[in-house]
């Protein structure tokens, strides 16, 4: 099983800011198939990114994906009030298709 | 417009058995690969089964096994998950998901309860 770390576990941030998602996996993750969610309390995760760095429909372009083998990363470029939210990477590339534990971005 | 919506949650004894639905429209269901994704109160996202488009192939976390059985119908475009020997831990609000590959979109969950 790949096991899937992601740092760090609470981001505090202004909106403006850059903020930058680590993503660590325990082994290589097949064909970068890994992608990127965010949770807002009370819904349903929504599909940030997919396939290590293409965008969702509908997601705008200051989130960005990337990285490759074992180490990923997602980026905001400049936050958003909405933006506030946990984010999870996933590997899909091998059963079972793990999870990361989540990123907290709060308002700093 | 993508929908996923599940039903079927709710109280059920240690032990016992609960089937869950996910009716899906506004897109091709019997071409998309289908998960279940649970999220216990106050935690992370855990994967949970994933089946392929014609119900061939199907794969289970390790905490599952022997326990839950994915399935669907696509002449009704539905997604199931049988569960049984349900235990507390089992707790958590089920989502259905397309995969992410095929835009990755998620129903709303049903809260399955495991509580005596």
């Known amino acids: 099983e790949i096991v899937l770390t992601q740092s760090p576990g609470t981001l505090s941030l202004s909106p403006g800011e850059r903020a930058t998602l680590s993503c660590r996996a325990s082994?290589?993750?097949?064909?970068?198939?890994l992608a990127w969610y965010q949770q807002k309390p009370g819904q349903a995760p929504r599909l940030l990114i997919y396939?290590?760095?293409s965008r969702a429909t509908g997601i705008p372009d200051r989130f960005s994906g990337s990285g490759s083998g074992t180490d990923f990363t997602l980026t905001i470029s400049r936050l958003e009030p909405e933006d506030f939210a946990v984010y999870y990477c996933?590997?899909?590339?091998?059963?079972?298709?793990?999870f990361g534990q989540g990123t907290k971005l709060e308002i700093k | 417009e993508v929908q996923l919506v599940e039903s079927g949650g709710g109280l059920v004894q240690p032990g016992g058995s609960l089937r869950l639905s996910c009716a899906a429209s506004?897109?091709?269901?019997?071409?998309?690969?289908m998960h279940w994704v649970r999220q216990a109160p106050g935690k992370g996202l855990v994967w949970v089964s994933r089946?392929?488009?014609?119900?061939?192939?199907?794969t289970y976390a390790d905490f599952v096994k022997g326990r839950f059985t994915i399935s669907r119908d696509n002449a009704n475009n539905t997604l199931y998950l049988q569960m049984s020997s349900l235990r507390a831990e089992d707790t958590a609000v089920y989502y259905c998901?397309?995969?992410?590959?095929?835009?990755?979109?998620w129903g709303q969950g049903t809260l399955v309860t495991v509580s005596s």
């Open positions: 998901t397309r995969s992410p590959r095929e835009g990755g979109y």
């Open positions: 506004g897109f091709t269901f019997k071409s998309s690969w």
């Open positions: 089946i392929n488009n014609d119900g061939s192939s199907t």
């Open positions: 082994q290589s993750v097949s064909s970068g198939f």
């Open positions: 396939d290590t760095s």
């Open positions: 996933q590997q899909y590339g091998n059963s079972p298709y793990t």
